[in-house]
């Protein structure tokens, strides 16, 4: 690939006979993003009802002999970890399904995917049919992947329209809210109790069972991923222009949404449905990058970041009393999606 063809911003990679395309402000803002990750998660380790310096969270990190072992090896490592990695698969998740929505409000919690697997499993928690919290995100999964396949195909005209995909989304999600409440107040009460800790998407408890199968599931997405971060050059061309490049777009677009929704599936099993993050990462992202598609990678930093902060500020705010992350980011969340819409009025989309 010769000077001359290569696109203004990027630059050219090789590895042997294979040459890569890299975006010089995305790969700037994710080594931002990193270090602001890394601040993040210090912070996190070293404050708390018990200060602790960033040495001796060094010394825990590494596995160095440290008093504080137990506060934060035990009590706020586990914890931190399992945001860390709810927020790379929700930012990740909504890069993706914004990116085959071709729209900025189209993210797993707006269009029904953590509605669906809430509705699960309340559900199956109200009625006693799931009695361990170790079945909850099986359950999670397998709603979120109902509810993301249902307005999928609803969507689905000859392709899939971005107009449509949302607004049936939408709908799915009030549909699916409303069975929630059902299913919450018709169902046993103390499961039911147990039903609404859950939905208020919260790390608290939250640990290494969390983490482990997570980890792995963002492990085996990494392929996925790669082959999306190649496909997303050409899909977000008009169809005419991706069909004309060698495109498969059908299948593209199919396999980059049941990405986003198994991801976003599995976030909402792991902590509970943790609103708009989804939704923020892949804009912030984009506009941290300048770039003409939205960064995956930069999204799923963005998507930790914000996690990461939220559950920090979760803990202090009103501290001794510890806010469910889900209630942070929902305050911040809200009044950005009322600024989207507001702005896509004024744009006419």
Known sequence: MSAAVVPAGYRVLRAGPASFLLHRRSALAACGLLLLLAAAVVASLCLGESTVSPAEVLKVVTGR???????VGEFRLPRVQVGLLVGLALG???????TVARNPLASPDVVGVSHG???????????GVVGSTGQVPYAAVGGGLVAGLLVHSLAWRGGLHAQRFVLIGIGISVA??????????????????QAKVWMTGSLNGAGHAQSGWLSWVLLAALPV????????????????????LGLR?????AGMALLGIVLASCAAGATGPVDFVALMAPQIAVRLARSAQIPLLCSALTGAVVVVLADLLARRMLAPVELPVGVVTGLVGAPYLMWLLLRSRRGGS
């Open 65 to 71: 002999p440290s008093p504080h072992e137990l506060v």
């Open 92 to 98: 990740l998740a909504g890069a993706l399904i914004q």
């Open 117 to 127: 697997a809430a509705a699960l499993v309340v559900g199956l928690l109200a009625y």
């Open 176 to 193: 699916l809210s409303s069975l929630t409440t059902v299913f919450l107040t018709k169902g046993d009460g103390l499961q039911a109790q």
């Open 225 to 244: 991923a790669l082959w999306a971060a190649r496909a997303q050059r050409s899909i977000s061309f008009d169809d005419a222009s991706a069909v004309g």
């Open 249 to 253: 777009l059908n299948r593209t677009r």
